[in-house]
């Protein structure tokens, strides 16, 4: 099998390719030191296994195992970790494996074995499972070959074309595959929906106002704008969730 080796320390990496090494019968095609990096070398390598620290910078492990479950071939997540406290996230989160530091032999080669048993099909299966109660910090957007992580707190708001959402965000607008109702019920704190085909960053509302053409619509603060120097963004709130978008701005 191929594996990836993923941990913010590089004595941590060492030891596991060395374990992998005596194996003899795995072959380790990279190495990574974040979250980001991992889902990078994913896309390029398309590794079978990937051995993942939890605690790390930046991307922890639990939320880049999401983000690779969200692939359309998941790797099997093997999470490695000093710490036991993760182990129901872990498996939340769909690791086939749990390993504890210091990594013992005997273990990896049980987690590895497990992961070799797992076809395809059962990994997809696993990766479209209910996700984890906490909510990312980012979402990923595909774009051709590579990932791009959006921070959740630079997003405006998304809006759903068809098969695909938009997300609008500070850095522009990217496609990404995650479905509005996901998006509303795992960011329900941060986000409301204003119409059926859009959520809005509460956060980045500056007002409601009503236009010349009776209805209500959302101002957002500093707006882009586009060639003639307007407003580039129309958000219409429908009748049915005005209501609820007031309630929202007043802390409700």
């Known amino acids: 099998m191929k594996v990836l080796i993923v941990d913010d320390e590089k004595p941590a990496r060492d030891r596991l ?3 992998l090494d005596d194996f003899g019968d795995h072959e380790v095609v990279g190495e990574a030191g974040n979250g980001e990096d991992a ?12 051995l993942l620290d939890i605690r790390m910078p930046g991307l922890d492990g639990i939320e880049t195992a999401h983000h690779l479950n969200a692939m359309e071939q998941p790797p099997a997540v093997v999470f490695t970790t000093a710490y036991d406290e993760y182990a129901i996230e872990a498996f939340d989160a769909r690791a086939i494996g749990y390993v504890l530091k210091p990594v013992r032999r005997e273990r990896l080669e049980r987690a590895l074995d497990q992961a070799g048993r797992l076809s395809a099909p059962v990994l997809r299966e696993l990766a479209d499972e209910p996700q984890l109660d906490s909510r990312r910090n980012h979402v990923c957007a595909r774009l051709h070959d590579e990932l791009r992580l959006i921070p959740i707190e630079d997003i405006r708001f998304f809006n759903a074309d068809q098969k695909y959402v938009c997300v609008h965000h500070a850095g522009g607008q990217d496609l990404i595959d995650d479905s509005l109702k996901s998006l509303e019920e795992e ?7 204003i119409h059926r085909s859009v959520l809005v960053a509460v956060d980045k509302i500056e007002k409601l106002e009503k236009g010349a053409d009776g209805k209500t619509h959302v101002v957002l603060r500093n707006p882009t704008l586009d060639e003639d120097n307007a407003p580039d963004e129309e958000l219409t709130v429908s009748r049915r969730h005005v209501a609820t978008v007031r309630r929202r701005l007043k802390g409700g």
């Open 17 to 19: 390719r060395q374990l």
């Open 39 to 50: 889902i990078a070398l994913t896309t390029r390598l398309q590794p079978d296994v990937i």
């Open 187 to 193: 960011f329900a704190d941060h986000f409301v929906r």
